[in-house]
């Protein structure tokens, strides 16, 4: 009998090649695509894939332009050792493809898990910025996708939605946006039809139904197959001004009564972030608890996306010290899904990035991709105990390296940083993966972080101040 051949889809960036790749939860799936994206900048992808399976992955990669038709195949030179990764930096590793934007499936006989990071570093003239999100597997496609955080000239953020069919049959598309307060604002807007595997993009300024500005340029959106196709989908967000800054997050099919959020920022090195929550299906109510005890409530309409900037709570702490924690978003009624956004907010450095809020801690969280003195990047990776007691929590890498944290308290973090010549890796340039445990069984969740800094090996200070900035969430195995 032969071996049952798995499927993750992915798609690409325009101008240079740049790839946004789908993960599969072991059946086949489709991944959002995008043609003809605004998101400024000459961009360039690597495609990261993480076997989860105890047994070597033989993949292969299929490349399909906007239509639908297959370019070129990618076939590794071995096969992916068990729990082992692979990265691809496409436009020099794939044969066959001109400069401009592809979908890709990964074909891989086990389960692999997916990310993509984006980046025109590589530019000889600004934007210099990054980017980058996870893949979407066949169980996380649905009739309706979900945006918690859309902008069109929200101090100078602007944004698009990528959206994929990801079904067997032609699907209808209508897409419907609703202010904070829940009020409809635009739609349902008719976005016309999606062939089988093809993917649009739509921005934000491209739709003139929307309002901008500071004050109404923040919406959420549902898009919506009226044959309940399925769908998956990414948002891309941007800024040129005053620096540079993008991001990108997955679309939401679901929602959750329980979601977990390990890396919020208040004045942390300069850093802040902003819990995003848009109710899922209907209204939902509930309650947001700090890692320090605070709480606040939210109330939110169906559709609506209220955001939670965390340096504007002053029952939070605040610098370099205490300014980073986490927090349990807990739905009473309702649910929801959660995306949270990483900047510099004084503009002195574009740094910028947004991660999906996970809802489902395990002993085992995989990480894709772990970076460090890897062509100017290191990475971070911020690991939450959701559990009621303390735990020891290790990060055993693919390459054979570990790391440890002794007694992270219940409902604590530890952030593992490879940042120039650090313990775990010295100077030496890697790229691989990880798997992030518990030692009593505690569920964790863990969100990694990529950038670069100044003395990390490669590292290009004549870009700075520049967005390297990527943030993934890692996945619950």
Avoid: C
């Avoid at 029952?315 to 370099?320: A, E, K, Y």
């Avoid at 009621?388 to 944290?405: C, E, L, M």
């Avoid at 691989?432 to 964790?444: D, E, K, Q």
């Amino acid at each position: 009998m032969s071996k049952m051949v798995r499927r993750v889809v992915s798609i690409a960036l325009a101008f240079a090649v740049a790839i946004s790749l789908g993960g599969f939860s072991g059946t086949a799936a489709k991944a959002q695509g995008q043609a003809g994206t605004s998101s400024p900048g000459v961009w360039q992808s690597s495609i990261n894939i993480q076997n989860t399976s105890t047994t070597a992955a033989t993949v292969s990669i299929d490349f399909y332009d906007a239509n639908g038709t297959r370019v070129t195949t990618y076939n590794p030179t071995g096969p992916i050792a068990a729990n082992g990764s692979l990265s691809i930096f496409v436009p020099s590793q794939v044969a066959g493809l001109a400069a401009g934007q592809f979908s890709a499936v990964v074909n891989s006989d086990q389960p692999v898990k997916a990310t993509v990071n984006t980046a025109s570093t590589n530019s000889t003239a600004a934007p210099w910025t990054a980017m980058g999100y996870e893949g979407m597997g066949d169980t996380e496609t649905g009739p309706s996708l979900y945006f918690p955080g859309l902008y069109k000239g929200y101090y100078n953020f602007n944004s698009e939605m990528v959206i994929q069919n990801a079904d067997s049959a032609a699907a209808t598309l209508t897409a419907t946006f609703f202010n904070p307060a829940g009020t409809r604002i635009a739609g349902p807007i008719a976005l016309g039809t999606l062939a089988p595997n093809a993917s649009k993009t739509f921005t934000t300024q491209g739709l003139t139904q929307l309002p901008s500005g500071n004050q109404t340029g923040k919406f959420g959106a549902v898009i919506t197959s009226s044959e309940s196709r399925k769908l998956v989908g990414v948002a891309n967000i941007w800024r040129t001004s005053p620096t540079n800054g993008s991001a990108s997050y997955n679309g939401f099919t679901g929602g959750s009564s329980v979601l977990y959020a390990p890396a919020l920022y208040n004045n942390y090195y300069g850093f802040a972030s902003a819990l995003t929550l848009q109710a899922i299906g209907g209204a939902a109510s509930g309650t947001i608890t700090y890692s320090n005890g605070r709480q606040t409530p939210f109330n939110l309409a169906a559709g609506a996306a209220q955001e939670f900037y965390q340096p504007a709570n002053a029952n939070l702490p605040s610098g370099n010290s205490a300014g980073v924690f986490s927090a349990k978003v807990t739905a009473t009624t309702g649910k929801v899904v959660g995306l949270v956004s990483l900047s510099v907010p004084s503009g002195a450095r574009g740094d910028f990035a947004s991660y999906n809020v996970p809802g489902t801690p395990a002993a085992q969280v995989g990480i894709v991709n772990v970076m460090s003195n890897y062509f100017g990047y290191f990475s971070a990776v911020t690991v939450q105990n959701t559990g009621s007691t303390p735990t020891n929590i290790t990060i055993r890498f693919a390459n054979g390296k570990t790391d440890t944290a002794l007694n992270v308290p219940a409902n604590g973090t530890k952030n593992f940083v490879y940042v120039g010549n650090n313990a775990v890796f010295g100077t030496t340039s890697t790229s691989t993966s990880a798997v992030v445990s518990s030692s009593n069984g505690n569920p964790l969740v863990a969100v990694v972080q990529h950038n670069t800094a100044a003395g990390v090996t490669g590292n290009n200070a004549a870009k700075l101040p520049s967005d390297f900035l990527i943030a993934q969430t890692g996945s619950a195995r």
